[in-house]
């Protein structure tokens, strides 16, 4: 992970697509997002490797940073070259996404079916989320001591405030 944040970088502010943008250009391969519906008890991504880019699918209908996690869950997939099986039949697949064909599920991972690889990609997607949350933390301001020519008034002043703040 820390390779390929290095490598792209963490826009500001955070911008999955800018990200995605990154990442193509480092990889050298297109990678398509594809909203789809999704219901609870459906499996959330899917990710296919195709001959020429990458294909994830992603719930269109939950809020935007679930939407991100399991976008960057499935690119732990991708950037790991998990092989994990397919567990969608193709009735599901054309009930969560009528407009694609069910094959484009080939490469949806099951939780129960290849634990170890749902581990590696969750926490993938777990460590870039906290890279994007440190990175947006603003940075404290420095202390600064008041000159020693502050009056009586500013000293006032400041002790108000302290009061205040520490009633809080």
């Known amino acids: 992970m820390d390779e390929v944040l290095e490598a792209t970088g963490v826009p500001e502010p955070w911008s999955i697509n800018d990200w995605l943008d990154r990442l193509e250009r480092v990889r050298g391969r297109d990678i398509d997002l594809c909203a789809v519906t999704w219901s609870?008890?459906?499996?959330?991504?899917?990710?296919?490797?195709?001959?020429?880019?990458?294909?994830?699918?992603?719930?269109?209908?939950?809020?935007?940073?679930?939407?991100?996690?399991?976008?960057l869950h499935e690119i732990g997939h991708m950037l790991f070259e998990?092989?994990?099986?397919?567990?969608?039949?193709?009735?599901?697949?054309?009930?969560?996404?009528?407009?694609?064909?069910?094959?484009?599920?080939?490469?949806?991972?099951?939780h129960a079916t290849a634990a170890e690889e749902e581990y590696e990609a969750e926490q993938f997607a777990h460590l870039v989320h906290a890279r994007v949350?440190?990175?947006?933390?603003?940075?404290?301001?420095?202390?600064?001591?008041?000159p020693n020519h502050a009056t009586v008034s500013d000293?006032?002043?400041?002790?108000?405030?302290?009061?205040?703040?520490d009633r809080l």
């Open 40 to 71: 609870p008890g459906d499996p959330t991504g899917a990710w296919q490797s195709r001959r020429d880019h990458d294909l994830i699918a992603y719930p269109g209908n939950t809020a935007g940073f679930h939407q991100d996690h399991i976008i």
């Open 82 to 110: 998990h092989t994990g099986r397919c567990v969608l039949s193709d009735e599901e697949a054309r009930r969560l996404a009528p407009s694609l064909r069910p094959s484009a599920f080939a490469h949806l991972f099951g």
């Open 155 to 165: 000293m006032a002043t400041v002790a108000r405030i302290i009061a205040t703040f």
């Open 133 to 146: 949350a440190a990175s947006a933390v603003p940075r404290p301001r420095r202390h600064r001591t008041p």
